[in-house]
C-alpha cells in the first residue's frame, strides 16, 4: 500500500497552539497492546496531561479508561481524534468527527487521506496529517527549554 502523501499541514505554530489549547483526545485504533505505538502515544499523552478516550470496538478498558466502539459512542466531548487506522478506513472516521463537533483530526505518522482533510477542513475541523502526537508535543516542551529526547515508539 503506497501513502499519499498530505497537500497541507498547518504551521508548526499552530500545531503547537493545537497541543496546547485541546486536552480531550479520542483515540482511534488504541491498542491494548503496550509494545504498539497507540499504546505507547496514548500513554504518554496520559502522563502528560491530556485526557485520553480509546476507541477500539474490541475493548472494554485501555489505559484505565473505558474504550468505545466508534466516535458517536463517547458521551463527551472530544477536542481532537487522533486517528491510528489504515488511510482508507479514515474517511468515515473524519465524517464521525464532523458529527460529533470534534475541533482537530490528527493523522499519525504514515497516514494521509487528502480527501478526508478536506471534508474535515470544508466542516471547520483542523488538520494534521503524517505527524506523531507524540512527537509533536516532545518538540513543543523542547522549544520551552525542557530536554528530553525520544521518538514515537518509545
Not at 497537500?7 to 497492546?33: F, Q
Not at 471547520?124 to 521518538?151: F, L, P, Q
Request: hydrophobic share 35%.
Amino acid at each position: 500500500m503506497q501513502c499519499e502523501l498530505p497537500e497541507y499541514n498547518p504551521p508548526s505554530e499552530r500545531i503547537i497552539d493545537i497541543l496546547k489549547t485541546y486536552k480531550t483526545v479520542a483515540v482511534v485504533g488504541l491498542s491494548p497492546k503496550a509494545e504498539r505505538d497507540s499504546h505507547k502515544v496514548a500513554k504518554y499523552l496520559k502522563d502528560n496531561g491530556f485526557t485520553i478516550i480509546p476507541v477500539n470496538p474490541g475493548q472494554k478498558e485501555i489505559l484505565g479508561e473505558k474504550s468505545y466502539p466508534n466516535l458517536k459512542s463517547i458521551p463527551s466531548s472530544v477536542d481532537i481524534v487522533n486517528i491510528f487506522r489504515r488511510p482508507d478506513a479514515v474517511l468515515s472516521i473524519v465524517e464521525d468527527a464532523v458529527e460529533i463537533g470534534a475541533k482537530a483530526v490528527w493523522m499519525q505518522l504514515g497516514i494521509a487521506n487528502n480527501k478526508a482533510a478536506q471534508k474535515a477542513r470544508e466542516a471547520g475541523i483542523e488538520v494534521v496529517m503524517s505527524k506523531c502526537i507524540k512527537i509533536e508535543h516532545i518538540n513543543m516542551i523542547e522549544k520551552h527549554h525542557y530536554r528530553r529526547k525520544t521518538t514515537c515508539r518509545s
